[in-house]
């Protein structure tokens, strides 16, 4: 070393008494190649080395060094601030010493031009492979000594890991980080004036920093700016590990790729600091979204966008006619030439944007990131440190409970900081109004097929922060000594914009409403108090604005009917949603609506009534919710004895499975019955909610078997409160509804329409009206309507039985019917769906894919398509029951021969993602024919993202993925010869006598609902554009279906199964008739 510092020293002479710019430069290079070959030792690291040889150089050189060689700008710095380690405790000398060399640096033009360089070397060695990772950029930053500066101490000082089992550890023990001593010796009286002392510190060091920055940006005239964003880009970048571990408690323990949480959360009030002018100055019409298109600095590629239509699809389509080889050689290419991430620089033929913009989408960012995953690891840190205390529910001992407090004090100080908070919601709002804005542009549609959902989704989850804070802290000062940082004036402003966005039809993204409706919840709802602190709410402050009261509700219910299809579903995603956990949040919160004491939101809700499917999708609900709840208990019921839960084995975790879900289901059913009951009330809203439909509310009545001696026992469990069922007051909640139904459609209809479900066996119903006061009445018009007379179809199906048809004459027969174009497919589920800018390219290669593709006709299964002329996006699929036992599990399916038509839209984005699917063999929505198909008409399949995925093999790939592997998935995955062992929960009780008996009763009712409504229905009103194949089918495939009815005929007797022995009726005689009789019968109906 004291070689180097003797030639650095000549070099220094030298330099001092050059004359050119020449000379100049030639003295700092020798000085940059002395310092580039310098070695730590034992004692220092090389930078360390490095930045006390530079403080022995003139200032002069330096700068001319720093500019030469860019590399050693960083080197420069650090010099420069060059400190003892600094805490923001204490007397607080050291941390303002550090400062003020900081704020030197913008006043100094060889510092400040020594940090622009420092900057971008930092933002290059990202891409050249000498920073891997966010903690080697950490490491490497000359700003780190500033940016680290943080109240959050490290989890290792409270956990550490042997092997694979986390342990707890002393935190005093060994070398104390400072962070725990801040906090160790402050009563909690001391905690509000710590936390202010620390924050002010802290703050100081954040100032200087965004002093740094700000000179840097706007030093030789702007030349400095990209370099500088590239920098924070990259910084950003590199966090994305954090968010990326999502298996919970990873982070706890996962090797840090990332920078530290110091870094990141510095890094995000540094962002947050340029992008206040924004808000502040009103900057919104300067934001350009058209940097969504762009990769290079904020790359949006991998997100959901926040609308799926007219955008062109993004995944590169590739000729069908490649072979394998050629495929494979470009995936080969493609995943050779990929880059895990930008390099944070636009090409230099590209247009830079404004700063405005950049910063907007940097904070955006820098939330997403590296702020909302933050929190989240505090959380799931504290979760950790609980569960490694002991049971849940069990008072800590004083070691563990300190250790909880010291590691959340220290989290909750830096987290919620006053000035994070407000710059963060404040940028929360922004951002979604200036969306809105985007939203009604002349443009909008293109604008939000590109843009984000994520900008909705991370301010929603900002604001359910900022508002969970503030009640924490009951009027948001306790703990930072300021004023509210999300009051209500805040508050429902951000309310309001939700309301624009649940109604506008531009935001299709699921989590997207999920987020909606968690905020809205989070301030609406009523907390639950702990028994020593009084919750706070700000229901009350909210609902105080007269807007409010008027937009929330209809808004709510007009998401309450939009979650059912959704474009881009991914139940895998990192935010879970789930249709009827969020109808669930949105029944209590209209109930508080519906009850609210001035009458605007009531208003608002029946004006909504009359111009929505409202009561269409609260039945849906009812009919789905109730009856997995009662499955569910017949299901644990069934593996109780003596009135006790099973302890052991496979019963036990079938029976644990069957009360989660139960406990999942019943709520939801019920707060549904509840708060439509209440809406019936009134006649105005009865007649808007249900008089659509008088199936639907009929099949309510299924739910009266509880009511019965037979249904009660079949589902009394031991301790039914532990399940959460009561079943009177089920019955009571049923029975209200039932009545205000019979009100709407009157006596005569709804006898009909009762008499239809219960299948003329009207004693179950009235075993229940002596018990629930509500059925009377319409027991009473079921006694006025005469019953039809009873067929016995056996006779009549005896004869029409016939010998099998092969399997060569059914595919002869049916040859080349498997994919055509029609003239129109008439009511299709999703004709209402857009139909402008479909994606003609990829829906011609999807024809041309399944004229290849789709498997010939089969009398074991097959698959018919047809498109509509008018519209390609349209097409209507028909499934037929498989039946060969030998392909299903050695037990011929319960579908066998069924006609199970779904209807599919494609959106314009396909198929980047995947196509819409709905089943329409439904008995119009009263009939859920598999727990993957339900009643509603939804269908639940990996590959179309509403059903989890075991790996990602089975999740959507816009590159292979297609209608044919779809339908084919729904025939051999749903299908199936057992699928009561679809249900989640019960495939542990497969090969059980308790599985074996539920799967036989389940195929016996499956069995007779298909021969009801997959053949009978389908024979008197099949499916347009697929009529004569109909007919065809059912005229090829009747005698032996017709031998297999008969087997579940011989026991049915035909006045308890009116409607079975009509649908064998039906089959019978239209087997019997000619094919030219048969098909200009189809033709007349």
């Not at 563990?400 to 710059?423: F, M, T, V």
């Not at 706070?536 to 299809?565: F, I, N, T």
């Not at 179950?764 to 009377?776: C, D, G, H, R």
């Amino acid at each position: 070393m004291a070689s180097d510092e003797a030639q650095l020293r000549a070099i220094d002479e030298e330099f001092k008494k050059a004359t050119t710019d020449d000379q100049r430069n030639a003295c700092a290079q020798r000085a940059a190649a002395v310092l580039a070959r310098v070695e730590g030792d034992v004692f220092s690291s090389a930078d360390e080395v490095r930045a006390s040889l530079t403080k022995t150089l003139s200032r002069e050189l330096v700068g001319t060094m720093t500019i030469a060689t860019p590399a050693l700008a960083a080197t420069a710095i650090k010099a420069h601030l060059q400190s003892p380690p600094v805490v923001l405790d204490g007397d607080g000398r050291a941390l303002e010493a550090l400062c003020a060399k900081a704020e030197a640096i913008p006043q100094d033009a060889t510092l400040a031009r020594a940090a622009a360089a420092c900057f971008k070397d930092e933002a290059l060695a990202t891409g050249d492979g000498r920073c891997a990772d966010g903690a080697a950029f950490e490491s490497r930053s000359a700003l780190a000594q500033l940016l680290s500066l943080q109240t959050m101490a490290p989890f290792d000082a409270f956990c550490s890991t042997q092997g694979e089992r986390p342990r707890l550890r002393d935190p005093f023990s060994g070398s104390v980080p400072p962070q725990i001593k801040y906090f160790r010796d402050v009563p909690p009286s001391g905690f509000q004036g710590q936390c202010l002392l620390l924050r002010t510190r802290q703050t100081r060091g954040l100032d200087a920093c965004v002093a740094i920055v700000e000179k840097t940006l706007k030093a030789n005239k702007g030349a400095n700016r990209p370099a500088m964003l590239a920098w924070l880009a990259r910084a950003l970048a590199l966090a994305k590990p954090l968010s990326e571990i999502k298996i919970q408690r990873d982070r706890a323990f996962h090797p840090r790729r990332c920078a530290s949480p110091a870094f990141l959360l510095n890094t995000v009030s540094l962002i947050l600091r340029l992008a206040a002018p924004l808000w502040t100055k009103g900057l919104a019409s300067k934001v350009d979204w058209r940097y969504a298109l762009r990769h290079e600095r904020v790359s949006f590629k991998e997100e959901a966008p926040l609308f799926s239509g007219d955008g062109a699809a993004t995944v590169d389509e590739e000729d069908s006619d490649d072979d394998e080889d050629a495929k494979m050689l470009r995936q080969a290419l493609k995943m050779s030439m990929g880059q895990a991430a930008p390099l944070g620089f636009f090409p230099s033929d590209v247009e830079e944007f404004s700063f405005v913009t950049e910063v907007f989408f940097l904070a955006h960012r820098a939330i997403s990131s590296c702020l909302l995953p933050l929190w989240s690891e505090m959380t799931e840190q504290i979760h950790l440190l609980y569960d490694l205390s002991g049971p849940r529910g069990q008072k800590l001992d004083e070691p563990s409970q300190r250790r909880i407090n010291l590691h959340g004090d220290g989290w909750a100080c830096a987290l919620e900081d006053p000035r994070l908070l407000e710059d963060a919601g404040a940028f929360a709002t922004f951002a979604v109004e200036w969306l809105l804005d985007q939203l009604k542009a002349p443009d909008a549609r293109e604008r939000a097929s590109k843009l984000p959902a994520a900008l909705v989704k991370d301010a929603c989850d900002l604001w359910t922060h900022l508002a969970r804070a503030g009640a924490r802290t009951g009027n948001a000062q306790a703990r930072m000594g300021a004023g509210a940082t999300f009051d209500a004036m805040k508050a429902s402003r951000a309310v309001l914009a939700c309301c624009e966005l649940m109604r506008s039809p531009l935001v299709e993204s699921p989590i997207v409403q999920a987020k909606l409706v968690s905020f809205i919840k989070e301030l609406i709802q009523p907390r639950r108090a702990s028994p020593r602190k009084k919750a706070r709410d700000m229901q009350g402050a909210v609902l105080d604005s007269e807007r409010v009261r008027r937009e929330l509700p209809q808004a709510l219910a007009h998401l309450y009917c939009e979650v059912q299809a959704v474009v881009g579903m991914d139940v895998d995603a990192a935010d879970s949603f789930d249709k009827f956990s969020i109808r669930q949040d949105l029944n209590r919160l209209l109930l508080i609506f519906w009850r609210y004491p001035l009458q605007e939101p009531r208003k608002a809700l029946l004006a909504f009534f009359g111009k929505s499917d409202l009561g269409l999708a609260m039945l849906d609900t009812i009919i789905y919710c109730g009856e997995d709840a009662l499955s569910c208990l017949a299901g644990g019921k069934s593996v109780e004895k003596d009135g006790k839960p099973p302890t052991s084995g496979r019963n036990k975790a079938f029976w644990g499975g069957q009360q989660r879900q139960c406990r999942g289901f019943l709520p939801i059913a019920e707060v549904t019955l509840e708060l439509l009951g209440q809406f019936c009330c009134e006649n105005e809203a009865r007649k808007a909610l249900l008089g659509s439909n008088v199936k639907r509310c009929a099949a309510l009545v299924k739910l009266c078997r509880v009511g019965t001696k037979s249904g009660l026992d079949t589902v009394s469990v031991a301790a039914p409160d532990e399940w959460g069922f009561d079943a009177a007051r089920l019955l009571e909640r049923v029975g209200h509804v039932i009545e205000q139904a019979r009100l709407v459609h009157g006596d005569d209809a709804w006898a009909a329409a009762v008499d239809d479900v219960l299948d003329g066996d009207r004693s179950s119903l009235e075993e229940a009206s002596s018990t629930q006061s509500s059925l009377a009445n319409t027991v009473a018009a079921l006694k006025k309507r005469t019953v039809d007379d009873v067929i016995d179809a056996r006779p009549l199906v005896q004869k029409a039985i016939g010998e099998p048809c092969s399997a060569q004459t059914y595919a002869q027969a049916l040859a080349g019917e498997q994919l055509e174009i029609v003239d129109s497919l008439g009511d299709h589920v999703f004709a209402a769906k857009s139909s402008k800018a479909p994606n003609a390219k990829a829906l011609q290669k999807e024809l041309k894919k399944l004229q290849r593709d789709l498997p010939e006709p089969s009398v074991d299964g097959s698959v018919f398509v047809r498109f509509d002329e008018q519209r390609l996006d349209l097409c209507r699929c028909v499934i037929t029951g498989p039946v060969d036992a030998s392909k299903t599990g050695g037990i011929d399916t319960p579908y066998a021969y069924g006609f199970f038509t779904f209807d599919v839209w494609f959106p314009p984005t396909y198929p980047s993602v995947p196509p819409l699917v709905e089943i329409v063999t439904t008995g119009g929505g009263t009939y859920r024919f598999n727990p993957n198909l339900y009643a509603d008409g939804k269908v639940c399949l990996s590959l179309l993202g509403t059903w989890k995925a075991s790996d990602e093999s089975e999740k959507w790939d816009p590159s292979t993925g297609s209608l044919r592997q779809i339908l084919l998935s729904i025939q051999h995955q749903i299908l199936v010869s057992e699928p009561y062992f679809n249900e989640p929960g019960r495939d542990v009780a497969r090969g059980t006598s308790a599985g074996k008996k539920a799967s036989a009763a389940h195929n016996k009712e499956l069995r007779n609902a298909t021969l009801r409504y997959a053949v009978a229905d389908q024979l008197s009103s099949p499916p347009m554009g697929l009529e004569e194949v109909c007919e065809q089918h059912f005229g090829l495939v009747a005698p032996d279906l017709l031998k297999r009815t008969a087997q579940d005929l011989a026991a049915a007797e035909p006045a308890a199964h009116r409607a079975l022995h009509r649908a064998a009726a039906a089959l019978a005689e239209r087997a019997s008739q000619p094919p030219a009789k048969r098909r200009k019968s189809s033709e007349s109906d």
